[in-house]
């Protein structure tokens, strides 16, 4: 059944995925992305190699259909699709991203996502801002970061699309995104960050929360962003940052034995505050009911 | 007719606690004499039938008498003032009559009340025990002394006083309302009987047994009628209704009264329907009550068929919001409930439209039902019904139910309340969320609604979060929801009312229904066959009903919010626990009991609101919880510290004295409400008893002022308050609920200003409540409180009378720093100015309030709070947990001091006037320091009509910074000048505070 029925079993449904929607990088993003604050150079071929490996992973490893999007040299940082929908079972919602210079790169999701049939919500009022970055699905309920990104209005209408579900906000001060520094690494399961920013997040989302929600603490916040799938024939499965470029945080993930971890490195992209949740909108079309 | 509500409640109490001797023993006094003090309350008590104001009048002025004729008068300040101000000699006058007639019944009835209540009373035995201690030695003293109009006003006295208090606050409400006196004089007794008769035995059959007609407007939109007797109680008619219905598990449901469609108010079933509805025909409408959170652990089907339905109102209505997909699903699934198998066709394309599935449905969506429900073949209409809880279940809004109300900003959020806890919403996004075990204690006065939640993790400290409703009877309700939901939802078997525990105050409702593990318990018993009902269709034609009486909420608020604060106790905020400070103030247990006359009330009025300015503007509604910061508090620390040792001086208080205090404090709460529902005239008892409150709620300003500060306020009219309780002591369980009940009628919510209710059991002294005060007006923050205690003591000895009059100073500073030493010296440099201005506060009272000081020959002292208390508050606010981080904890407390006087006088003699009217023999004036007091002693005699008096004034100044306990010196001053004159009793206590305020930064 479409609706909650999928959600039964608290959470179980979070993960299932069927689509996934990708973009490739563009060349304007080594000079032009936004970032919260200078750092390396960004090795564009190196950003190419890895978002590959993460598209390849989706599509061939896990089976995915992937739709990926072409790269607009005009919207330097339309890699990052997260930020343009937040999509719940069969309803998408069009955000309004926080920096007006990516208010375009909801253009080409929109038609990605209609062609998926999708129940599409546009955020069309002037004063709200959302950015997918900041929004937290853990199945049971979402979590609105409230950042630079991300205000008040922005949430109450994700709150009004998708009313089935409690929608709390999250204060976010230090980082870019909620997501930033956590994720859902399986169902129940918040892989959080260790700084004290993160495991404030923590706290007032636990307090915020109905439920009681297994941590997963991660010595690095970076490499709390990771992506929980469940898929059929594999189990849960998760894709988390490189050892070599988090080891202690990549120990933490092998101790999870039921999930098939899958390290994807993603060092380039992290330049331009791009991680693994970032580069692509999961969906899981059910039917075509 | 002539039997009064307050007698009644009065003889019970008494009755109860000596025992059925003590009782009888009182009546016989009574009865004996005439002039004694008990008779006096019997008066009292009586002459609420007949004119009542009598008394009063005289006490207040000469002109009193025209009072009993002119029941206008009782308007007056008189009816403030405590029954026992009036000179006996009144009394006399007015009491031959009723009490006569009255004493067999009042017996009859108390006896009956004793019988009733004495579970209740059980719990309380000691309290009990202590008062009718006190009221016989009352009474042997009052023997004694009567004669001579200064009454000897032992501390012990007190409770006797206090039920006449009480009564003659009812008295005086009768008296406004003179026109529907009589009727409903009438009407309270026979609700009394009836009271009576529900719990025991009906001793008193009702005279005539009336019906009312009464619809039930039910979940399928059919409407349910019968004839209920007039006095049935709201069980009754719930029965009914279950058992038309053919329900079983019926304590998940409730009916609402439809009286107010706008409100969601629900018929209390321990209570008279009649109180708590005020329009005929009875309207109600059935509901789901409590929304089990796994509806596949209810046992029977038909149970779940009843949640179906309102599961389908809450949805069609939009209450229960949902997504699109979720409506075309639950919709699916109510057509395969209701209709069977999809049929193509049975099924034209337009037998969806008929439906029902969402407040804006649109074509798609039906074409999305229909297309489900094809799905959903097989299902027989229990399963189709099984899956559409197990969705609608997880609905995030599932079960809660919402309340409007502002935040710290004045920005609307909504309360939610739900079998996990307390939910804030700011539109529709979750902000914060408090679940059970994390509050410690709920409370609301006024408007304000107070949670009192535990320490986060890294905090050491409790914090109080504050809401504003939009009236006052907006947060009642919302408070005694919250009571039942986490009663309901938490509790293994409901918690019994309140026992009269230290410093409480308000409401003594509880959740009297079973509790849902009690109800699963009893649904296992279940043994019958699957009862077979047939399902109604939800066709739209039914469900026009569906927004109109089911779902009031979102019309209520809009109303609530328009609707400004109700009653003249709006203005005012009490609080239970300064009562016990005063206490501790007084040194005496007994002192604080006097009535407040009413010119205290209203310059504490005014005080008040001066005061609450600088706390409310600050205080009130603080932005952010404490709760999630980490960071402790200063201010939070000394506060607590602070709050332990008002705990240690209350604990030693209580030690030193004979008769503990405390449980009248907490019965007085109860009285109050009972007076109403018993009084006839509604209205009146409850200005009446909310200006009672409100002098209650100075005391807990007070309170939270020392606790928060360390400084020390006087509390004083705290005591009229607490005699009109103390009389419904042992009434309390049953009082305090009919006064919930209600609620429904002004009346009611008006009554119980402040409800408490701790869902953790705890100590009593750990409860300190914060109160706040609101005011608009912005006054000033003074930089030093002056605090004087003044007692004055008379002692009677023969025909001589002594008086002892002592008035203590405390000065408490704010806190250390040089501006605190600052102040001490200077303290006590000024002593001298001090007393003037000490003096000059009593005179100011008297001048305010006519009858502030009146001539009394009763016992009881009276009190007199020249300055409102200010109320200083830690305060509270809305739990944003989103934004808690830019809260610091430093915001939260914010103490300013004032100067503040509080007298607590017996009534007896006015100290300086009846100074002035005799002859000076002698006065000596003697002053004697030690480290952190000044006592200057005044001593004066004079003879007066024969008489020889000798009055001692003490004048106390405590002068300290906040290492010095204020309050235990204090105590400690009044026990030693008590024990230096052990042959006098003190009369008087002002207590005048001056506390420098003290800078946050500071601290």
Same mark, same amino acid.
């Given at each position: ?42 090795? *564009? ?34 890699? *990052? ?61 979402? *979590? ?24 709390? $906000? ?46 997963? $603490? ?34 933490? *993930? ?36 | ?207 005539? &047994? ?53 409100? +969601? ?36 089907? &038909? ?21 699109? #997909? ?73 079960? #809660? ?99 009269? +525990? ?394 300013? /001091? ?36 000044? /006592? ?27 290492? &010095? ?39």
């Amino acid at each position: 059944m479409a609706g909650l029925s999928s959600g039964s079993g608290g959470g179980s449904s979070l993960g299932l995925c069927s689509h996934a929607v990708v973009r490739a990088l563009p060349e304007s993003l080594p000079q032009q992305a936004l970032r919260i604050e200078k750092g390396k150079e960004v090795d *564009f071929a190196r950003a190419e190699r890895e978002h590959q490996l993460y598209v390849g992973v989706l599509k061939s490893k896990l089976g995915l259909q992937v739709l990926e999007l072409p790269a607009d040299e005009s919207l330097p940082d339309c890699v *990052f699709v997260e930020d343009m929908a937040v999509v719940c079972e069969e309803t998408a919602l069009i955000t309004r991203p926080g920096a007006p210079s990516r208010r375009k790169e909801v253009d080409a999701m929109k038609r990605a996502l209609e062609s998926l049939n999708l129940n599409i919500v546009e955020m069309t009022d002037e004063n709200a801002t959302l950015d997918g970055g900041d929004v937290l699905f853990t199945g049971r309920e979402f *979590f609105v970061g409230l950042s630079k990104r991300t205000n008040q209005r922005g949430a109450e209408i994700l709150a009004d699309t998708f009313k089935d579900y409690a929608v709390s $906000t999250v204060p976010v001060y230090d980082s870019l995104h909620l997501k930033s520094f956590c994720s859902m690494a399986g169902p129940n399961l918040i892989a959080i960050g260790s700084t004290e920013a993160a495991q404030k997040a923590l706290k007032t989302m636990q307090q915020m929360s109905d439920h009681r929600y297994d941590k997963l $603490t991660v010595p690095d916040d970076a490499a709390a962003n990771c992506i929980y799938l469940n898929i059929p024939g594999k189990g849960h499965v998760l894709l988390h940052r490189a050892p070599e470029e988090y080891p202690e945080s990549a120990k933490v *993930f092998e101790k999870l034995k039921d999930h098939m971890l899958i390290p994807i490195a993603h060092t380039e992209m992290e330049k331009v505050d791009g991680l693994l949740t970032c580069c692509s909108v999961l969906i899981n079309k059910t039917s075509e009911l | 007719m002539t039997t009064e509500v307050g007698p009644e409640t009065e003889v019970k109490k008494e009755s109860e606690q000596l025992g059925a001797d003590a009782a009888k023993e009182k009546h016989e006094e009574a009865t004996e004499s005439q002039e004694n003090q008990k008779s006096e309350k019997t008066l009292s008590e009586e002459t609420q039938s007949s004119p009542s104001s009598p008394a009063l009048a005289t006490q207040s002025s000469p002109s009193s008498q025209k009072k009993e004729k002119d029941p206008s008068e009782g308007k007056g300040i008189s009816r403030f003032i405590p029954p026992w101000l009036k000179k006996q000699k009144s009394y006399t006058l007015v009491e031959p009559k009723d009490e006569a007639k009255k004493k067999p019944v009042e017996e009859r009835q108390a006896v009956e009340e004793r019988e009733s209540q004495l579970p209740e009373d059980m719990a309380q035995p000691k309290g009990n025990l202590e008062e009718a201690t006190i009221e016989s030695q009352q009474e042997a003293k009052a023997d004694d002394k009567e004669e001579e109009k200064h009454s000897v006003s032992s501390s012990d006295t007190q409770p006797a006083k206090e039920d006449n208090k009480e009564i003659e606050v009812e008295k005086v409400a009768d008296e406004q309302e003179e026109k529907e006196k009589v009727e409903e004089k009438r009407e309270t007794k026979e609700v009394q009987t009836a009271e009576i008769k529900m719990e025991k035995a009906p001793q008193k059959a009702p005279k005539k &047994i009336k019906t009312v007609p009464c619809k039930v407007m039910l979940l399928d939109g059919t409407e349910y009628s019968c004839d209920l007797e007039k006095r049935a109680k709201g069980q009754v008619l719930f029965d009914k209704v279950c058992e038309q219905l053919n329900l079983l598990e019926k304590d998940y449901f409730g009916l609402l009264l439809r009286e107010n469609s706008d409100q +969601k108010n629900w018929l209390d079933s321990s209570k008279e329907i009649k109180r708590q509805i005020r329009s005929l025909p009875w309207l109600f409408t059935f509901n789901v009550k409590f929304y089990p959170p796994d509806p596949s652990q209810l046992t029977e089907d &038909i149970t779940r068929y009843f949640l179906c339905l309102q599961l389908r109102q809450d949805i069609a209505s939009g209450r229960l919001p949902c997504s699109f #997909v979720t409506h075309a699903l639950l919709g699916s699934y109510t057509l395969q409930a209701e209709l069977g198998d999809y049929d193509s066709e049975e099924h034209n394309n337009h037998y969806i439209s008929e439906f029902q599935f969402a407040p804006n449905q649109t074509k798609e969506m039906e074409d999305k039902v229909v297309e489900l429900h094809k799905t959903h073949r097989g299902l027989t209409p229990a399963e189709a019904d099984s899956h559409f809880l197990e969705n609608a279940k997880r609905l995030s809004m599932y079960g #809660v139910d919402l309340h409007h109300a502002k935040d710290s900003e004045g920005v609307d959020i909504m309360l939610g309340v739900c079998a996990n806890g307390l939910l804030i919403y700011k539109d529709r996004l979750r902000i914060n969320r408090f679940a059970w075990p994390k509050i410690l204690k709920i409370s609301y006065k006024r408007s304000n609604f107070y949670i009192k939640v535990r320490p986060a993790e890294l905090e050491q400290f409790e914090s109080t979060i504050g809401f504003k409703l939009p009236n006052h009877r907006a947060a009642k309700r919302l408070w005694k929801v919250c009571v039942e939901h986490h009663t309901f939802y938490r509790l293994v078997s409901p918690e019994q009312p309140p026992k009269a +525990k230290f410093l409480t105050l308000g409401s003594k409702f509880r959740y009297s229904g079973r509790t849902q593990a009690q109800t699963r318990q009893a649904s296992n018993l279940i043994d019958r066959p699957a009862p077979y009902f047939e399902r109604t269709s939800s066709k739209r034609v039914s469900r026009s009903l569906d927004g109109a009486p089911v779902g009031t909420t979102d019309q209520s608020l809009l109303r609530d919010f328009s609707a400004t604060t109700v009653g003249p106790a709006g203005d005012m905020v009490f609080d239970g626990e300064a009562v016990g400070q005063t206490k501790l103030k007084n040194g005496e247990g007994r002192d604080e009991d006097g009535s407040p006359t009413k010119i205290p009330q209203l310059e504490l009025t005014q005080d008040e609101k001066n005061n609450s300015l600088r706390v409310n503007g600050e205080n009130i509604y603080v932005r952010h919880s404490n709760l999630m910061l980490e960071d402790l508090d200063k201010t939070q620390d000394d506060l607590l510290k602070h709050q332990a040792s008002i705990s240690e001086l209350k604990r030693n208080f209580m030690e030193s004295t004979p008769e503990p205090r405390p449980n009248e404090w907490e019965k007085r709460r109860i009285t109050p409400l009972s007076l109403q529902t018993q009084g006839s005239s509604h209205e009146t008892l409850n200005v009446v008893e909310e200006k009672k409150q409100a002098e209650v709620g100075i005391e807990d300003t007070v309170v939270i002022d020392e606790i928060n500060r360390g400084k020390m306020q006087a509390v004083s009219d705290a005591g009229e308050t607490r005699k009109v309780e103390h009389v419904s002591k042992k009434d309390s369980s049953s009082l305090s609920s009919d006064s919930s009940s209600s609620s429904s009628s002004s009346s009611e919510s008006e009554d119980e200003v402040v409800g408490e209710y701790q869902p953790h059991h705890r100590a009593a002294e750990d409860i300190i409540r914060e109160e706040q005060e609101e005011n608009e007006d912005a006054k000033r923050k003074e930089e030093c409180a002056t605090k004087v205690i003044q007692s004055v003591e008379t002692v009677q000895e023969g025909s001589k009378v002594t008086v002892e009059h002592t008035q203590v100073t405390a000065k408490a500073l704010a806190q250390e720093n040089a501006v605190a030493i600052k102040t001490a010296e200077k303290n006590v440099m000024e002593e001298g100015k001090q007393d003037l201005r000490a003096e000059d506060e009593e005179e100011q009272l008297r001048i305010n309030g006519d009858v502030s000081h009146v001539d009394i020959d009763v016992v009881p002292q009276i009190i007199c709070c020249s300055e409102p208390p200010v109320v200083k508050t830690e305060m509270v606010t809305i739990s944003d947990a989103t934004q808690r981080t830019e809260i610091s904890t430093k915001e939260v407390p914010i103490v300013h /001091t004032e100067t503040k006087t509080i007298t607590y006088e017996s009534p007896q003699f006015d100290g300086s006037a009846g100074v002035d009217a005799g002859v000076l023999l002698s006065a000596q004036t003697i002053t004697s320091e030690s480290l952190s007091t000044t /006592t200057t002693t005044h001593i004066t005699k004079t003879v007066k009509g024969g008489v020889s008096e000798t009055r001692i004034e003490k004048r106390i100044v405590i002068t300290g910074d906040a290492d &010095i306990d204020h309050d235990q010196a204090l105590a400690q001053a009044i026990k030693e000048a008590k024990e230096q004159h052990p042959d006098m009793s003190v009369t008087r206590v002002v207590v005048h505070k001056e506390t420098e305020l003290a800078e946050e930064g500071e601290e």
